[in-house]
T-cell receptor, first 109, second 116 residues
Framework: GQNIDQPTEMTATEGAIVQINCTYQ??????LFWYQQHAGEAPTFLSY??LDGLEEKGRFSSFLSRSKGYSYLLLKELQMKDSASYLCACMDSNYQLIWGAGTKLIIKP | ETGVTQTPRHLVMGMTNKKSLKCEQHLGHNAMYWYKQSAKKPLELMFV???????ENNSVPSRFSPECPNSSHLFLHLHTLQPEDSALYLCASSQVDTSSGANVLTFGAGSRLTVL
């Protein structure tokens, strides 16, 4: 079956760096997405990786290794507003999105 | 108004009620989606409309009935729901382009449904 695994919850300190991991098993692969969802709000698109390597966007970076079925989202210089859930989703060979359950990130001062 | 708008934001209904959720997108996208989000579970895709044609129905119970009158509006009609249907219902839209694969979804803020 198809499956996405990511940690349920993580805690980090303001100003620090945190890495949120995501492993996937899907029927084919057409890219991996990360979304951010603040409590009570819409998920918003953060990144899309389809080739191996690191994509950097300001304080956020996303990494993909297709051979390992693995991705991570790296958040630097953490701010309190980064407290949110981070959703990993993989697009399979039929262009269907397979979602993880999300990682709730708690930032402490 | 821009983005994806969902109404109502909160809805409480009894098991015998009939209600509808509404979604409107102002992005010119050609696909719209209904997702169910329950606590600590992955997003569950319920329905997909491409160019107003329903292309996905992931074994959703018939007490949920979608309607897509045009490419900008999407409804989810609710009838005889069960308490386990209580969840956040998210609408999303996208511009589908299978040649690039990067089908980025724009979500609404959701309708929080409680079934008593």
């Amino acid at each position: 079956g198809q499956n996405i695994d990511q940690p349920t919850e993580m805690t980090a300190t303001e100003g620090a760096i945190v890495q949120i991991n995501c492993t996937y098993q899907t029927s084919g692969f057409n890219g991996l997405f990360w979304y951010q969802q603040h409590a009570g709000e819409a998920p918003t698109f953060l990144s899309y990786n389809v080739l191996d390597g690191l994509e950097e966007k300001g304080r956020f970076s996303s990494f993909l290794s297709r051979s390992k079925g693995y991705s991570y989202l790296l958040l630097k210089e953490l701010q309190m507003k980064d407290s949110a859930s981070y959703l990993c989703a993989c697009m399979d060979s039929n262009y269907q999105l397979i979602w993880g359950a999300g990682t709730k990130l708690i930032i402490k001062p | 108004e821009t983005g994806v708008t969902q109404t109502p934001r909160h809805l409480v209904m009894g098991m015998t009620n009939k209600k509808s959720l509404k979604c409107e997108q102002h992005l010119g996208h050609n696909a719209m989606y209904w997702y169910k989000q329950s606590a600590k579970k992955p997003l569950e895709l319920m329905f997909v409309y491409n160019f107003k044609e329903q292309t996905e129905n992931n074994s959703v119970p018939s007490r949920f009935s979608p309607e897509c009158p045009n490419s900008s509006h999407l409804f989810l009609h609710l009838h005889t729901l069960q308490p386990e249907d209580s969840a956040l219902y998210l609408c999303a839209s996208s511009q589908v382009d299978t040649s690039s694969g990067a089908n980025v979804l724009t979500f609404g803020a959701g309708s929080r449904l409680t079934v008593l």
